[in-house]
């Protein structure tokens, strides 16, 4: 689904980023380092801003502008910090899964991503400092690729668990159809029992299930109708 391809590409590129440097550290080379990861800071931001029915995926409840406000790795150069790249609501948005049981329909784009552009902006800020990696790393190089490496492991490694727990909001919505498209089949077959049988086991029947009916069906024509299943679909 959207939700799932977005978060796995922001995964992914928290791991390439990693990897990059990690490569520079083994050839002692910086060459076309800064394009490498250009290059997966906007697969990043694609992903952050990525839309489903015209509507920003990781905005929370205001999902009708982009979550993050710059267009290029350059830009965070001008930023106090990776947070500040970031115009999305601080609530998220929800869905009702039945009478009892909301959830929240995204992670935040901040949330997701304050960490990964922290790490894009010290890159790019120790690229300009030196005026950029040369063929030949020096030893400051290698101490501050060594240094971001370990936090690009803290950072996939919470984006790994960010997608996970998106598996598993994606398996209870899964669930919960599933149980409630199963109990608005007994109501319709229920219906269609009632026909030709005498008015008083109508009226018991139907008691016996008005709770029931009052609650499921309603739950399920709510989520059936709601923006969670498209987005996380």
């Known amino acids: 689904g959207t939700q799932d391809i977005a978060l796995e590409q922001i995964h992914d590129s928290s791991q390439s980023t990693r990897l990059a ?25 694609g992903a952050l801003n990525m839309t489903h029915a015209g509507r920003y995926v990781f905005g929370g409840v205001r999902d009708d502008q982009p979550p993050v406000n710059i267009n290029a790795m350059s830009d965070l150069a001008g930023l106090a910090g990776g947070a500040d790249a970031f115009d999305n609501a601080l609530i998220p948005a929800r869905a009702q899964l039945d009478t009892d049981t909301s959830i929240e329909v995204a992670p935040l784009a901040n949330n ?12 790019y800020d120790y690229s300009v400092s030196i005026g950029g990696f040369g063929d030949q ?15 690009l492991n803290t950072i996939t490694s919470d984006l790994t668990a960010t997608h ?20 608005r089949d007994y109501f319709e077959n229920l219906s269609a029992g009632l026909e030709g049988i005498d008015l008083a086991e109508v009226a018991s029947r139907l008691t016996q299930a008005q709770l029931r009916m009052q609650a499921s069906v309603q739950a399920y024509m709510t989520l059936k109708d709601t923006s969670l299943l498209n987005l996380l679909r």
């Open 112 to 123: 997701v991503g304050t960490d990964l552009f922290d790490s894009y902006k010290r890159i």
């Open 137 to 151: 790393l020096t030893a400051a190089d290698r101490t501050f690729l060594e240094n971001e490496i370990q936090q």
């Open 164 to 183: 996970a727990a998106n598996g598993t909001v994606q398996k209870r919505v899964d669930n919960v159809v599933t149980r409630q498209t199963q109990e």
């Open 21 to 45: 440097l990690t490569e520079a550290l083994a050839l002692d080379s910086g060459r076309d380092l800064v394009q490498r990861i250009d290059a997966e800071f906007s697969t990043a931001l």
